[in-house]
């Protein structure tokens, strides 16, 4: 069965560059998250979307945004990038948009490292 | 916010030994506690999770105990073998809060034969 999917696997950007990062969620699942995790900590919350609509944001600055899409797919961006953006991008997927009511499963991450 | 504290930050044990790591939350509106297992180079990938209508859950070496009123929860892993070894993660969420997981910031647990 086909999990959380996410594209690309590993990329190089350049300082002030833009990224876009995307993701498929598991069939039949509407609800789409992206967390950020920066090496040697814990994933940090960015973004939720459900039925298309943001339903929560994590303390990040504006040059982040997402967006997802009727498929459900999503698309996380990220402009100006800065050395610190270097992380792996994990998106996650789960049935209903409520964390307490279902589980919740990563996929495979995007490795970001910006030079 | 909610804020998540994991501890310890590194255990070492002997295969067959058991492995506890524990975890505090701060929102006492949470009530989802999941608990993910990281290889090196991987996704986390749950192993266990409990919700607050709870105190303990068992699946076969793993087991998780929830103490609301303390507001802290532990995972147990029993028998450990060596491909146990791996960064596991406590996180924490609550109802309405929608996939909002807040992390704890990992355990390295090593089983050392």
């Known amino acids: 069965d086909a999990g959380v999917t996410q594209s690309p696997t590993h990329l190089i950007k350049t300082r002030g560059q833009h990224v876009t990062l995307r993701c498929s969620p598991i069939?039949?699942?509407?609800?789409v998250s992206w967390y950020q995790q920066v090496l040697g900590q814990g994933p940090q919350f960015i973004f939720q979307?459900?039925?298309?609509?943001?339903?929560g944001r994590g303390n990040f600055p504006d040059r982040f945004s997402a967006r997802q899409f009727p498929n459900y797919s999503s698309e996380l961006n990220v402009n100006a990038l800065l050395l610190g953006d270097s992380a792996l991008y994990l998106c996650?997927?789960?049935?209903?948009?409520?964390?307490?009511?279902?589980?919740?499963?990563f996929g495979e991450g995007s490795w970001l490292t910006v030079v | 916010g909610e804020n998540v504290e994991q501890h310890p930050s590194t255990l070492s044990v002997q295969e067959g030994d058991s492995a506890v790591i524990k975890c505090t939350y701060s929102d006492s509106a949470s009530n989802y506690f999941p608990w993910y297992k990281q290889e090196l180079g991987k996704r986390p990938q749950l192993i266990i999770d409990?919700?607050?209508?709870?105190g303990e859950k068992k699946d076969q070496r793993i087991a998780v105990t929830l103490n609301k009123t303390a507001k802290h929860f532990s995972l147990h892993i029993t028998e450990t073998q060596p491909e146990d070894s791996a960064v596991y993660f406590c996180?924490?969420?609550?109802?309405?809060?929608?996939?909002?997981?807040?992390f704890g910031t990992g355990t390295q647990l090593k089983v050392e034969l």
């Open positions: 996180a924490a969420s609550k109802g309405g809060g929608g996939n909002k997981l807040t």
């Open positions: 979307y459900y039925e298309k609509e943001e339903r």
């Open positions: 069939s039949g699942h509407k609800s």
């Open positions: 409990i919700r607050s209508n709870v």
């Open positions: 996650a997927s789960s049935l209903v948009p409520d964390a307490s009511g279902n589980t919740i499963y």
